[in-house]
């Protein structure tokens, strides 16, 4: 597996307000092979495209695809949420301020784009999409950019983190209208390893009060992707590499497709660990099944 590295001291943007919740630090546990800026991005274009075939196939557009979103509304976000990852590329700083925020701004940006055509949204997407590649592809390397929360995070995180949400609310239209939505194992990794860079930001300190542990949690596939989270203090810490097997508590190995489901809410645990999808074990294994409710959900 190639060594993980933290962003350099020389990239690190001025000092910025944190998440008020959450207290975090972080050593961003990402291979270069899976944070390949180019790769990332033609995987969303290609995750892009297949949304937008999906939703040409929409007979129901008003169908109920999350608890309160609309097949249509989902839509919406996915097209509204291009466009803010496009400024964020550009520059701009998002105006969501906290990751609490982060859902006010998702109803905002459905009830501004106003539209309500389902194959007219699939337009917007596609226009989004196509703006959001050019600009974050003319980038020079893997630059820092604005997120959520007055933090920055790499280019190709972020590019990563928009491929969650596409595949994520992909699945929440194709269950609503019956239709096959099938992932890619790659996407799922460059998803989970994304998500691994602000994973301690999304850390219920309530959950974790006093509390410490660690997991080793393994993704499987041809190279698995093994991240190290240590749980502490109410703060959470991604690394390569524990301190030793013998401070591990549990270990987790799962799909990764499977995983992204799970923590993005949309799976529970009791069919993944029945299919193998997901096992835990070590001196305390009941923790990997407690492990989702540490966060929220993104």
Not at 57 to 65: F, G, I, K, P, Q
Not at 127 to 134: G, L, P, R, S
Request: include cysteine.
């Amino acid at each position: 597996m190639t060594n993980r590295a933290s962003v350099p001291p020389t990239q690190t943007p001025p000092t910025h307000t944190p998440a008020t919740h959450t207290p975090a630090t972080h050593t961003p546990a990402i291979p270069a092979s899976l944070t390949d800026l180019a790769a990332t991005v033609d995987h969303l274009g290609v995750a892009i495209k297949q949304l937008v075939r999906m939703l040409s196939n929409v007979r129901d557009s008003n169908a109920l695809a999350t608890n309160r979103w609309t097949v249509t509304d989902v839509a919406a976000h996915v097209a509204g949420n291009l466009e803010v990852c496009t400024a964020m590329v550009r520059g701009v700083p998002s105006p969501a301020g906290s990751i609490d925020a982060i859902g006010a701004l998702n109803d905002l940006v459905i009830a501004t784009l106003g539209e309500r055509d389902i194959n007219r949204l699939g337009e917007h997407i596609e226009a989004h999409a196509a703006a959001y590649i050019e600009a974050i592809s003319s980038l020079d390397g893997d630059p820092l950019v604005p997120w959520h929360a007055h933090l920055h995070v790499p280019a190709s995180t972020l590019a990563g983190l928009s491929l969650g949400e596409s595949i994520v609310h992909g699945l929440d239209i194709a269950r609503a209208t019956d239709q096959a939505w099938p992932v890619r194992t790659l996407w799922a990794r460059t998803v989970i390893d994304a998500g691994l860079y602000v994973l301690p930001h999304y850390l219920k300190p309530d959950r974790v009060a006093d509390r410490r542990m660690r997991f080793e949690v393994r993704l499987r596939g041809a190279d698995p992707l093994i991240a190290h989270l240590h749980i502490a203090d109410g703060q959470l810490t991604v690394a390569e590499r524990s301190a030793g097997r013998d401070e591990v508590d549990c270990y987790v190995s799962a799909d990764p497709w499977t995983f992204v489901r799970v923590m993005y809410g949309r799976s529970g645990l009791g069919a993944p660990l029945a299919a193998g999808k997901i096992v835990a074990w070590g001196r305390r294994p009941w923790l990997g099944l407690r492990l989702p409710g540490y966060f929220r959900a993104p």
